[in-house]
């Protein structure tokens, strides 16, 4: 049980740390609270599996078609549904939850309600400190590892990195330096769906595709992101970690567990609401930005 919680906590943790990395972007940058970030993630798993179980196409190229294709969507959802109303928070959230469902009405006439299998790629299992890992777990791993890395090299390492953190602490002061806002932000989103994206293309082998994928996540990244504190990336990861392994305790030490994780994930974060609003490492008032 110690290495089932071990392994599917990090696992678990690594994902959503993905997931969590690219809301929180959107929210510091653009000031989007993005429902539809998740069904971004379903529609990259959806893209996977058409490309390869009706395509034919090998793993790694359905793979990569997947993230760019889901990302060049997301590009346009931005500049015809997004962009036109950015300024007005309240028109953006609902606009973005009218995405998702839209996206998933689409999969579900296209592809049905059935639960749909991706095959592995690649089978076995490896021993890492004597806890033995199934490879495509371990495969879950090194992607979020490697993407983790990736967004810490741009956010810190290049100048976009620089626009998009300058963006994120003041807003208007950056509009004032004569940074394109708009461009940042559009920038931004390509991120944020772009790991999502590469979040639904790395889970879906091991879970199932299905048109509702979308909303278990969603919950769980609400929590993350309200842990960390929003608006925070480190704030992310670590909230991240904290709430995949508290899933995995209640899925493998509860009865019926599988059913209480999403309930135990909200009361994480309706706690943390209640006696730290900012999160762990988020800011107490948004002048404070």
């Not at 893209?47 to 060049?72: D, E, I, N, P, R």
């Not at 004569?178 to 920038?187: E, F, I, L, P, Q």
């Amino acid at each position: 049980m110690f290495q089932d919680i071990l392994v599917t906590g990090l696992v678990n943790g690594s994902a959503y740390a993905l997931l969590a990395i690219g809301f929180s972007l959107v929210f510091g940058v653009a000031r989007i609270v993005n429902i539809a970030h998740t069904a971004f993630y379903m529609l990259a798993a959806y893209c996977l599996y058409a490309l390869l179980v009706g395509f034919g196409l090998g793993m790694l190229l359905s793979g990569v078609a997947a993230v760019v294709s889901v990302t060049l969507l997301s590009l346009v959802c931005y500049r015809l549904v997004i962009e036109p109303i950015r300024q007005h928070e309240a028109a953006v959230l609902i606009s973005t939850i009218a995405l998702a469902l839209i996206f998933q009405e689409t999969m579900l006439r296209l592809f049905g309600g059935n639960y749909l299998g991706i095959p592995s790629a690649i089978g076995g299992i490896v021993n890492v400190a004597g806890i033995a890992i199934p490879w495509q777990r371990l495969l879950i791993l090194i992607v979020a590892g490697a993407m983790l890395a990736s967004i810490w090299f741009l956010l810190y390492r290049t100048r976009l990195g620089l626009a998009i953190r300058a963006t994120a602490n003041d807003l208007e002061v950056a509009n004032l330096m004569g940074m394109d806002v708009n461009r940042v932000a559009m920038a931004t989103v390509a991120i944020s769906v772009a790991l999502a994206a590469v979040a639904g293309v790395s889970v879906a082998p091991v879970f199932v595709v299905d048109p509702f994928m979308w909303l278990p996540p969603l919950v769980t990244v609400l929590s993350v992101v309200v842990l960390g504190g929003l608006g925070s990336i480190h704030g992310s990861v670590i909230g991240a970690l904290v709430i995949g392994y508290v899933e995995a305790i209640t899925v493998f030490v509860l009865p019926q567990g599988a059913f209480l994780k999403g309930a135990v994930a909200l009361s994480i974060m309706v706690i943390v609401l209640l006696v730290r609003p900012e999160g762990l490492f988020g800011v107490a008032f948004e002048e404070e930005r």
